[in-house]
């Protein structure tokens, strides 16, 4: 079964600072894998998503995130942090020939702090 | 404006009473899924639909019942809620299973 680990639950930084959430996935093929972004009381946002094009992807807000095969990674960067980035980040994965199986991860918290 | 939307958005009741949460969206979308989302745990998939007519179970669909008579709506019925189905509930919203998910702004259920 296809699964999903973020390492840290909570992740602080500084304004200003490089942002890395991290996102491993288990599978044997590769997978459609997505980040989503939860700010208080809204909904999910997708920020970016991999779908076996480049492997560097860029997404809104600034955040990119790249797929490493050899690594089962996907982690999500952000060069500089910024106060509005304060948010529930969520990796997902869905296996390629799975319609709407999305299997999320924990999630992980980021503060940032002035 | 294309969204998905979600009805209510907070609920409070009582063990035993029927309750049905409705999503809707106006994108067309043929794929419709339901998430609860609790603390340490993510979301996870409770039903999805893949067309009208045609669900399918996820990984936690005890408790719940879904049906997709029209494309655009995709209620949630829980026939008797109890108190470990509180949590906040996410609809959402797919053209096909490559796209990305577009989720609905959620509904924080207490079952009492």
């Known amino acids: 079964a296809q699964s999903v680990t973020q390492l840290g639950s909570h992740v602080s930084v500084s304004e200003g600072a490089l942002v890395l959430l991290r996102c491993n996935y288990s599978s044997s093929v590769p997978p459609y894998l997505f980040w989503y972004v939860q700010y208080p009381n809204q909904g999910l946002q997708l920020l970016l998503k991999?779908?076996?094009?480049?492997?560097l992807v860029k997404g809104i807000n600034g955040f990119e995130a790249e797929f490493k095969k050899s690594e089962t990674s996907f982690h999500l960067t952000k060069p500089s942090a910024h106060m509005s980035d304060a948010a529930e980040y969520f990796c997902a994965v869905r296996m390629a020939g799975t319609a709407s199986k999305l299997t999320f991860g924990t999630g992980t918290r980021l503060q940032v702090t002035l | 404006e294309a969204q998905v939307t979600q009805n209510p958005r907070y609920l409070i009741t009582v063990t035993g009473k029927k309750l049905t949460v409705t999503c809707s969206q106006n994108?067309?979308?043929?794929?419709m899924s339901w998430y609860r989302q609790d603390p340490g745990l993510g979301l996870r998939q409770i039903y999805y639909s893949m067309n009208v007519e045609v669900t399918d179970k996820g990984d936690v669909p005890e408790g719940y019942k879904v049906s997709r008579k029209e494309k655009r709506n995709f209620p949630l019925i829980l026939e008797s809620p109890s108190p470990n189905q509180t949590s906040l509930y996410f609809c959402a919203s797919s053209t096909s299973g490559r796209s990305e998910q577009y989720f609905g702004p959620g509904t924080r259920l207490t079952v009492t």
């Open positions: 991999y779908t076996s094009a480049a492997t």
């Open positions: 994108m067309n979308h043929e794929y």
